[in-house]
């Protein structure tokens, strides 16, 4: 049974720095990253999910406003998958999502329960 489990939200002020990490279990990221889209989404109150980054084996993608500012990354030592998030702004504050998802067989998309992360001052 795949279960990821993401970690490190937060409050954080306004131009402080968090980073998430995403850790599975019941596969192996070196084993399965040349299959699979693995990446970060987030919801924020009455908005849809979007997607934040994500990267595969030959790509790494991010949405126009985290970029330059977050950084996904991924640590086979610990099977995580991590957003390293810098100069948080209070627009960035949303419920943060890890996603694997397959890129032969559709049905293989998992998700972790969510971690809220929350700039403010």
């Known amino acids: 049974q795949v279960q990821l489990a993401e970690s490190g939200g937060g409050l954080v002020q306004p131009g402080g720095s968090l980073r998430l990490s995403c850790v599975a279990s019941g596969i192996s990221i070196p084993r399965i990253f040349s299959f699979y889209t693995m990446g970060w989404y987030r919801q924020a109150p009455g908005e849809q999910r979007e997607l934040v980054a994500n990267?595969?084996?030959?790509?790494?993608n991010y949405v126009d406003s985290v970029k330059g500012r977050f950084t996904i990354s991924r640590d086979n030592s610990r099977n995580a998958l991590n957003l390293q998030m810098n100069s948080l702004k209070p627009e960035d504050t949303a419920v943060y999502y890890c996603?694997?998802?397959?890129?032969?067989?559709?049905?293989?998309?998992?998700w972790g329960q969510g971690t809220q992360v929350t700039v403010s001052s």
């Open positions: 990267m595969t084996s030959a790509t790494v």
């Open positions: 996603n694997f998802r397959s890129k032969i067989d559709a049905l293989n998309d998992y």
